[in-house]
């Protein structure tokens, strides 16, 4: 049965209460934290040695598919009404958007030590407590629009700027590549030492605190998130019906995959992730 991804501000007050109950509930069990450890694992860059299968490389939108997938059929697996609904970040912009409310995800970090203290990812409510970390302190820490180095949510123009891209990848396949798709909506910056982050990079660095790097799981907004990444990447391509796919199509570069190759840890071929309409689609 084909479901459906909603946006996250058309959800009525029960299907938030059921998706955050359903978040909960796999915290309880261990199960979330496993998910953070994975992607903690996953989390090689360009700097790295060995291959890149979920950040900086073109497998970054199948990966984060897969991964999206295995989460949400766990939390279908607590309540079947369940599914991951998306925030389009173009429009959903201020700390004041019903996301961030008591009965959604809770607000910003406090300005002394950026800890959420509102909704039910607060720690001090007791169902919430970072295990999985990179950084230091077991509670969720947020630090809307990094007020000591302001930064913006990304515009519908410069998302724009990424579904125009007429390519889905280009050489060298990481976080340099000049242009293509993938690393336009990926968001690196096109220079070393440019600061200009883009799209999906920079929604990490507005939400800030756990987001920021590795653990950004710890964050139940991270699906949230990665679900929108995922509907400009099917919009990408209902834009573009004559561009490949997906790039490479043959393995040049052992550090990156090509479309018949298998993503770890789940063993999933590329190819299999490329087309979600039998599984879900969005509203
Ligand atoms: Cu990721
Ligand atoms: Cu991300």
Redesign the pocket.
Known sequence: MVYTRQNQSTLTKAQKRRFVNAVLALKRTGRYDEFVRT?IEF?TGDGDGGLRV??MTPSFFPW?RKFLLEFETALRQVDPGVSVPYWDWTVARTPAASLWAEDFLGGNGRRSDHRVTTGPFAQQHGDWTVTEAVTDGDFLMRDFGRPQDPIALPSKAELAGAMDESVYDKVPWNSLSPAGFRNKLEGWPSRRGDRTWYNHNRVHRWVSGHMLGAG?VNDPVFWLH?AFVDLCWSRWRQRHPRAAPYLPAEQRDERVLAAGDTMPPWDTPVGDMLDHSSLYRYE
């Open positions: 992607h989390y979920a950040h984060h950004s990665h």
